[in-house]
């Protein structure tokens, strides 16, 4: 069964920026399209970027420009540099690969900008 398991988020003033990191368990992070989500209070979860098998890259049209996602395949980790952050990108961020049929959600990685 695959683990995912996302770190690095925290409390950071507008204008700041955050490095999260996304360990997945086994050898997949280089199979698959992997992507960040993230979850606001009372919204949906959106996706955020997204990073396909060939390193091609896609981006919310909210965070492009700021947001760089990446990938180590031989870590089996995939990561997100996010700069200039806004107190609405206030949310907890999750990887998961970008099928319809995603793994099981991981707990997430809490950031929260403040103005």
């Known amino acids: 069964q695959v683990q995912l398991v996302e770190s690095g988020g925290g409390l950071v003033q507008a204008g700041g920026s955050l490095r999260l990191s996304c360990a997945v368990s086994?050898?997949?992070?280089?199979?698959?399209?992997m992507a960040w989500y993230r979850q606001a209070p009372g919204k949906q979860r959106d996706l955020v970027a997204l990073i396909n098998r060939g390193g091609s890259t896609t981006y919310a049209d909210s965070v492009k420009g700021r947001f760089t996602i990446s990938r180590d395949n031989a870590k089996n980790t995939v990561y997100l540099q996010m700069n200039s952050l806004k107190p609405e990108d206030t949310a907890v961020y999750y990887c998961n690969r970008a099928t319809q049929n995603p793994f099981d959600w991981g707990q997430g990685t809490q950031v929260t900008v403040s103005s």
């Open positions: 086994g050898s997949i992070v280089s199979a698959n399209h």
